[in-house]
């Protein structure tokens, strides 16, 4: 039992930890718009945690519609909120 509670004040800490940032939402958007060769008209962004260190990462959607509203254009950048580096993912 107390392994337990031990093993989730390690997780709780190591979650509060990991949200000191140094990349913030508005400057993920701006990282994300100058990866993608399109101006988007959409834009979603939010902030996922990958791996077992609960790493923070920005994943920003960008997109445009044609005029019937089909989405043309798509791109998903992973910004990473320490570093600022990015990965490109299939929308």
């Known amino acids: 039992m107390l392994l337990a509670v031990l093993f ?5 800490l ?4 990991s949200r000191d940032t ?9 990282i994300a718009r100058d990866e993608v060769d399109f101006e988007p008209e959409k ?3 939010r902030g996922v945690q990958r791996g077992l260190d609960a790493h923070l990462y920005w994943a ?3 997109s445009t519609t ?6 043309e254009d ?4 992973l910004v ?3 570093t600022g580096a990015t990965e490109m993912q299939p929308c």
């Open 43 to 45: 834009v979603l962004v």
């Open 14 to 17: 190591k979650t509060c930890a």
């Open 60 to 62: 920003v959607s960008l």
């Open 22 to 30: 140094e990349v913030d939402q508005d400057e993920a958007v701006e």
């Open 80 to 82: 990473d909120s320490e």
């Open 8 to 12: 989730l004040a390690f997780l709780a």
């Open 74 to 77: 798509c791109a998903t950048v």
């Open 66 to 71: 044609n005029a019937v509203g089909i989405r």
